[in-house]
């Protein structure tokens, strides 16, 4: 942003008077010298240049005390520049997408809805916004979904509408084909995997500083598929840095869930199984918490009880450069200017060159 003002601007009381002298040197010096009681023949010579000319040094010398009084005011440029340094937090989302986040024991807008529909709204509001969530809009996030197997849905990004139309497009898995389950310690790994990378490259090539990394892990159920033991992914976290927050969703007791009957889907009473000794164990090794989602409610609050443990700070740093009018030049439309106390030098060299040669007057 450039601006212009004066430093010490009460100067400019002053040009009234510079004025006021100028315009009465100007009346006397334009008095007749000498008076006559015929002037036709005065006329008749015709007046020269010098003559008409003659206010034209005074005219100079005004002009010139009129910048040295403006340069005492001292005339500045400011160019001011404000640039912003975030310490954003980079963190993974680990979603589990069983069939049992069918479970209809979840609500939206007073209607019952199931585990996974709850999960993306509450989800959607964490990054980008919304009710009592103010997002993450300065921070790397990235998305994985698990069932028995592993999938990265979005890397760690600032693009959260591309991360957000991924986990809308989020589907359960399907029993029907073999890819129900739950890997979580595959899950956790892929995305300690995806931390590493991604802050690694960001802070090596000054695109971001990461303050911390952290993933949040959300399932509804048991370990019960994939190559790593969920453990040993809480200690690669460990020795990367990275803080885990590990959510159990679903009520206590019993939630209605779809299952495939001889005569259709049918939704039956099931208990709900969580594994909160392993996902407390799994937070609390790497330096996070385990919370408990029992309703919509509950899974919204904790989203936000994450948002406030790790907050991005945001940094302004005001850069003002200063460029003194009086003392140098200044660029306007492409042709350089010089320096108001030049200015005043060449008008005041101009009014004695004037004043000594072609308006020179005898005393």
């Excluded at 910048?67 to 640039?83: D, G, M």
């Excluded at 529909?117 to 809009?137: C, E, Q, T, Y």
């Excluded at 899950?187 to 695109?207: F, H, I, P, S, Y």
């Excluded at 090794?285 to 443990?309: C, P």
Aim: aromatic content about 6%; glycine content about 8%.
């Amino acid at each position: 942003m450039n601006r212009f003002e004066f430093s010490e601007a009460w100067m400019l009381l002053l040009l009234p008077l510079v004025f006021a002298a100028f315009w009465r040197v100007w009346r006397r010096a334009s008095q007749p010298a000498m008076t006559f009681s015929v002037v036709k023949r005065a006329k008749m010579a015709g007046a020269g240049t010098a003559a008409q000319l003659r206010w034209l040094p005074y005219a100079l010398r005004a002009a010139a005390l009129a910048l040295l009084i403006v340069c005492l005011a001292r005339p500045v440029r400011i160019n001011e520049q404000t640039s912003t340094l975030t310490d954003g937090v980079a963190i993974e989302l680990v979603v589990d997408r069983s069939s049992s986040m069918l479970a209809m024991d979840f609500t939206s807008n007073g209607k019952s809805v199931d585990r996974l529909s709850a999960m993306k709204d509450v989800v959607d509001r964490f990054v980008d916004g919304g009710a009592n969530l103010p997002g993450r809009k300065d921070d790397l996030v990235g998305l994985v979904s698990f069932a028995r197997f592993a999938d990265s849905i979005s890397p760690l990004t600032m693009d959260h509408e591309w991360l957000l139309a991924g986990l809308k497009d989020m589907k359960h898995a399907d029993p029907s084909v073999g890819d129900d389950g739950t890997a979580i310690g595959d899950a956790v790994a892929l995305g300690a995997e995806k931390l590493r990378d991604a802050t690694d490259g960001k802070n090596r090539n000054g695109a971001n500083r990461i303050k911390s990394k952290v993933l949040v892990l959300l399932t509804d159920g048991e370990n019960n598929a994939g190559d790593i033991d969920p453990m040993t992914a809480a200690d690669l976290c460990k020795s990367l840095g990275i803080r885990m927050y590990t959510i159990g969703m679903g009520t206590r007791g019993m939630a209605l869930m779809p299952v495939q009957t001889p005569f259709g889907t049918q939704m039956v009473k099931q208990r709900v199984n969580i594994d909160e000794a392993l996902l407390t164990k799994m937070a609390t090794t790497t330096g996070g918490q385990y919370f408990r989602a029992t309703d919509t409610k509950s899974l919204e609050n904790i989203y936000g009880r994450i948002d406030e443990l790790e907050k991005t700070v945001t940094e302004q740093k005001r850069t003002i450069l200063s460029k003194d009018l009086a003392l140098e030049g200044l660029r306007l439309g492409g042709i350089s200017w010089p320096s108001l106390l030049s200015l005043v030098m060449i008008l005041i060299a101009g009014e004695l060159l004037l004043s000594h040669t072609k308006f020179r007057t005898l005393p």
